[in-house]
Every structure is written in C-alpha cells, then in structure tokens.
C-alpha cells in the first residue's frame, strides 16, 4: 500500500491526468506530471511538471525516481520509456498492460485467446490486404491504424466502394474490422489493485457523432442481463490481463442482445466523467486509490448523471454562453483549463442529473444548446 501523502507520477498532464491530479491531491498525495505541453491542464495541481516527449526514457526515469507510483492517463506512450521508469518505481497499469493494448491488432488477438466476444476482424499491411479484407465483411467495415487514432482519426469508414491508396495513405498496419448492427454502445469501467480487490461502475450508455463521444449517460438504461453480462467481461478482462488500475471497455450491443467488445482503455474514460455525481467514488479517486493499492472505494449509483462533452467548436463564434447552461437546475460545467480552443478539441464537459438516465440526458443536451443561445 501507498498511503496518503506520498507522491504518484503522472505520465500526461491532459484532462484526464488534471482530473486524477485533484482526486490525489484531495486524498492528500502530492502529483509530479510529465507531458510535452509546458501549459499542459494538469500544470495547475501539480507539484512538479516536466516538460518531455512520452518516449522520453532519461525523463520518465526522472520522473519515476521522485514518486512512489507512476501510472498514465494516455496510452500514447513509449514502452522502452514506461520500462525505465518501472525500475525505479512501481508503475500500474503496468507496461505489459500497455503493450497488449496500445496496438489494436495485438489488443484483438489478446481479446481473441482470453475468449472474449468481439466481432470479425483482421490484421492488414498493405492497400490490397485492406481491400480483401473489406471484401471478406461484405464490403462494410471500419479501417483502422494500429496506433493512435483516438475520437475518429486514424480511420477509415469502408461502405461499399474499396477503400483507395490515397484513403488509406498515412495509416501504416492496420486492422480491418466488420460494421455490426448496433442497437447501443455502451462503456463498462473496472479498477483492481494489486491485492486482487475488483470493482465496477455501472455501466454507461454513449453517443456519438463524427466518432467523437458527444454524451453519456450513467446508469445505462439497458435490460439487466446486459448490464450483468457488460459487468462479468469487465471483471474477466480485468483478472486475465492482471490489471493494477483502472480499465474502460467500450461493448457494442447488438439487435440479437448479444455484447461485443470494441476497444480497451487501462485508464480514466470520458465516459465515466458522469461518476464524479452519479456514484459514491468517482473514476478518478477509483484511479488514485487503485494504483496506490488502497482499499476501492463504492461504485453504487447515487443518482442517474449524464454528461455532453464541450468541443472547440463552440468558441468559433467567441466564448460559449456559460451562464445560460448554468441557470438551468442541476447543471455543472466542468472546463479543462486549455488555453487553445480548436475544433474537434475536448474543451470540457456539462454535467446534469435527473430521476432517470433518460431524463439527465435531455437536461444536459438542453443546456448544451443554452450555450450557443
């Protein structure tokens, strides 16, 4: 165990690295953060902020040698880099974790040996292996890079016609993945610490628009079979990849009523930002107290909560109408602190409650239109 008023490490200072930076602080930890934006959000509750690339060795070594923990809070990290600073500190998840999940076709792979429920899919290395691939699903598929790609890029919607060189120019290795028929997306998140103790939140349901989440809800407003058989995946992904942290699976369900998984996060998830007033422990304390092996904390429903992610978008015209959000009972604007507003860029999130999932999910769309008037 990592008691209170130690010091965790950080590897990313962005929204979700400031969020679990505050949780910690609240726990009394002290934070350190490394990240290559010196105005990073997390600069401001941080102790120590510095200031490098995410394959950094020398300075995620430096980093891990002042704290009694590292963990991270994006995935775009260099492994060789995550090794070094786990000789001089505990880091969770750990790199093995990161390894398996960062590359979605070793990720796929993994889901497949651990006899997980996913759909069809295939690895691709070349425009013609993408375009037999597509052809095998029917013409109707989702190309993505094995890297990066996070909220849309990186990808490539195949509908019909074959995707051409130009379309897929840039991707390098890729894994090809069938459309499924969705009746909802829904998201489930996990913690475990070190000493094997599990939980797991009640799942959310999630939207998106331009692949980009625009709202969430908690509790899901799905049958209760699903949300038990979303729940016994999240705690068997959790046991069989050892998972020391937090771990966000993003399930598809289908017009069959069968789940299937889409993609892992061993992190804090944008879709659980709703915790932080829909349940007794948010994610990011969940987080804090996970890798610092503290006993977990409850993740039973306090009150349906949804959120509506802010992107850069909204500042086009000059700043958002806050107040007109605000005036509306319930509602929560939550900002992240970066200086540069860009389209497509997560800026923040509303939150709002209501007496069901349903009825917090129009509340907050309701104020996300109050603020361009």
């Known amino acids: 165990m990592i008691p209170p008023g130690r010091t965790i490490g950080i590897l990313g200072g962005g929204q979700l690295g400031r969020m679990t930076a505050i949780a910690a602080r609240s726990l009394g930890y002290g934070v350190a953060v490394l990240d290559p934006d010196p105005a990073c959000p997390a600069r401001g509750v941080a102790d120590r902020v510095i200031t490098a690339d995410f394959d950094d060795e020398l300075a995620a070594a430096w980093l891990a040698r002042g704290v009694d923990v590292v963990t991270f809070e994006i995935e775009k990290l ?16 750990g790199p093995a974790v990161l390894e398996i999940i960062q590359d979605r076709g070793r990720q796929r792979a993994w889901l497949a040996r651990a006899g997980l429920p996913q759909g069809p899919w295939a690895t691709a290395e070349t425009p013609d292996e993408v ?7 029917g013409g109707d598929a989702f190309v993505k890079a094995r890297f990066g790609g996070y909220d849309g890029r990186g990808q490539v919607r195949v509908n019909g016609a074959p995707p051409t060189d ?78 020391e942290g937090l771990l966000a699976i ?40 996970a890798v610092c092996d503290l006993p977990l904390g409850s993740t039973a429903l306090v009150q349906p909560t949804a959120i509506a992610n802010l992107l850069g978008d909204l500042w086009e015209g000059g700043p958002p109408r806050f107040d007109a959000a605000l005036a509306l009972p319930g509602v929560r604007l939550h900002l992240y602190g970066k200086a540069e507003a860009r389209p497509g860029r997560k800026m923040g999130h509303l939150s709002a409650i209501g007496e069901t999932p349903e009825a917090a999910a129009a509340h907050v769309l309701k104020a996300a239109a109050a603020l361009v008037g």
């Open 78 to 93: 260099g492994l060789a880099a995550l090794a070094a600073a786990a000789q001089r500190a505990p880091v969770r998840p």
């Open 250 to 289: 993003e399930l598809f369900w289908l017009p069959d009523g069968s789940l299937r998984v889409n993609e892992l996060a061993p992190r804090p998830h944008n879709s659980f930002h709703a915790t932080e007033r829909a349940c007794v422990t948010s994610q990011f304390e969940q987080h804090v107290r």
């Open 131 to 137: 375009r037999a691939a597509c052809a095998r699903f």
């Open 166 to 243: 130009a379309a897929l120019r840039g991707l390098g290795g890729v894994v090809v993945e069938q459309a499924l028929p969705l009746a909802a997306e829904l998201s489930v998140m996990v913690a475990r610490r070190p000493s094997g103790e599990i939980a797991v939140f009640p799942p959310a349901l999630n939207h998106h628009e331009d692949r980009i989440l625009a709202w969430s809800a908690i509790p899901a407003p799905l049958p209760a079979a699903v949300l038990a058989e979303a729940e016994a995946i999240a705690r068997e992904i959790a046991t069989q990849i050892a998972l």
